[in-house]
Nanobody, 124 residues
Framework: QVQLVESGGGLVQAGGSLRLSCAAS????????MGWLRQAPGKEREFVAG????????GYADSVKGRFTISRDNAKNTLYLQMNSLKPEDTAVYYC?????????????????WGQGTQVTVSS
């Protein structure tokens, strides 16, 4: 079992930046692919970014490519999401998720472990 706790969300103006963190405890963090997913009110949960177990491979949704960067520090059991040039449409609850696989997935259903979520609100 892996426990995940997100932090770093908040209110920011359009064009601003935020850095989300996800602290993991429990089973070996470095064995799992990780992802960030988000859910806006009235919408389905969607993939934002994913990273493989070693950090050597990462992928992004088209809507955030070039603005967001996912990274991980396996020595600190922590996952990050650096979000720059934020837009009002980025407003959502952001979830950290882990999967029993070495490679990340873009499908929310494939993730086995979830954090409680952190709210990101971008004002125009």
């Amino acid at each position: 079992q892996v426990q995940l706790v997100e932090s770093g969300g908040g209110l920011v103006q359009a064009g601003g930046s935020l850095r989300l963190s996800c602290a993991a405890s429990g089973r070996t963090f470095g064995r799992y692919a990780m992802g960030w997913l988000r859910q806006a009110p009235g919408k389905e949960r969607e993939f934002v970014a994913g990273i493989n177990w070693s950090g050597g491979s990462a992928g992004y949704a088209d809507s955030v490519k070039g603005r967001f960067t996912i990274s991980r520090d396996n020595a600190k059991n922590t996952l990050y999401l650096q979000m720059n040039s934020l837009k009002p449409e980025d407003t959502a609850v952001y979830y950290c998720a882990g999967g029993d696989s070495s490679m990340y997935s873009i499908r929310a259903q494939t993730y086995d472990y979830w954090g409680q979520g952190t709210q990101v609100t971008v004002s125009s």
